[in-house]
T-cell receptor, first 114, second 113 residues
Framework: DTEVTQTPKHLVMGMTNKKSLKCEQHMGHRAMYWYKQKAKKPPELMFVYSYEKLSINESVPSRFSPECPNSSLLNLHLHALQPEDSALYLC?????????????FGPGTRLTVT | DQQVKQNSPSLSVQEGRISILNCDYTNSMFDYFLWYKKYPAEGPTFLISISSIKDKNEDGRFTVFLNKSAKHLSLHIVPSQPGDSAVYFCAAVTKYNFNKFYFGSGTKLNVKP
């Protein structure tokens, strides 16, 4: 199984809503990532979890709150977002050993903030 | 400061011909380079990679070349197929912080039938 799954596929939320994005992988990867991607731009790293601990936070606003309940699951909790937060949110995973660097991406959640 | 650059936003190639996508970088500490392919409304898909100790890696129709002295890598697709039409991102990583990818801005490849 080389798949990273993400739910929901699409999400529309108001600026006062609270919602969560979910990501799951069963490849035994111990690093998991959240990226944000705007149209015609490369993916932009937000957070990295390594062995279920937050290892990188790229100065992301606190209205985005990541959570890694176990080695297979990654959540991104959203609260009081702004319209400029509308984007494709990608989850990825990778082996944590440095011998291989490939990250495997999920299909993304298309988020629209109204 | 963009450490990885793809200077061609788009490329159009006839089916059956070679597609060459280019990528330049500035950080000599990069140890590993990767190419990803992305279709609209999908996540990027890993295509091929190369270690900095090599100058070529081949996988089927895809070959990546690395010129360390020029800090330049290229992806060759031969023969190009219409299904190859997508946005291609190159990425670079150091072994000291291998969780952090530095992505180029992408090149949109259009393979015409």
């Amino acid at each position: 199984d080389t798949e990273v799954t993400q739910t929901p596929k699409h999400l529309v939320m108001g600026m006062t809503n609270k919602k969560s994005l979910k990501c799951e992988q069963h490849m035994g990867h111990r690093a998991m990532y959240w990226y944000k991607q705007k149209a015609k731009k490369p993916p932009e790293l937000m957070f990295v979890y390594s062995y279920e601990k937050l290892s990188i936070n790229e100065s992301v606003p606190s209205r985005f709150s990541p959570e890694c309940p176990n080695s297979s699951l990654l959540n991104l909790h959203l609260h009081a977002l702004q319209p400029e937060d509308s984007a494709l949110y990608l989850c990825a995973s990778s082996q944590e050993e440095a011998r291989t660097y490939e990250q495997y991406f999920g299909p993304g959640t298309r988020l629209t903030v109204t | 400061d963009q450490q990885v650059k793809q200077n061609s936003p788009s490329l159009s190639v006839q089916e059956g011909r070679i597609s060459i996508l280019n990528c330049d970088y500035t950080n000599s500490m990069f140890d590993y380079f990767l190419w990803y392919k992305k279709y609209p409304a999908e996540g990027p898909t890993f295509l091929i990679s190369i270690s900095s100790i090599k100058d070529k890696n081949e996988d089927g129709r895809f070959t990546v070349f690395l010129n360390k002295s020029a800090k330049h890598l290229s992806l060759h697709i031969v023969p190009s197929q219409p299904g190859d039409s997508a946005v291609y991102f190159c990425a670079a990583v150091t072994k000291y912080n291998f969780n952090k990818f530095y992505f180029g801005s992408g090149t949109k490849l259009n393979v015409k039938p």
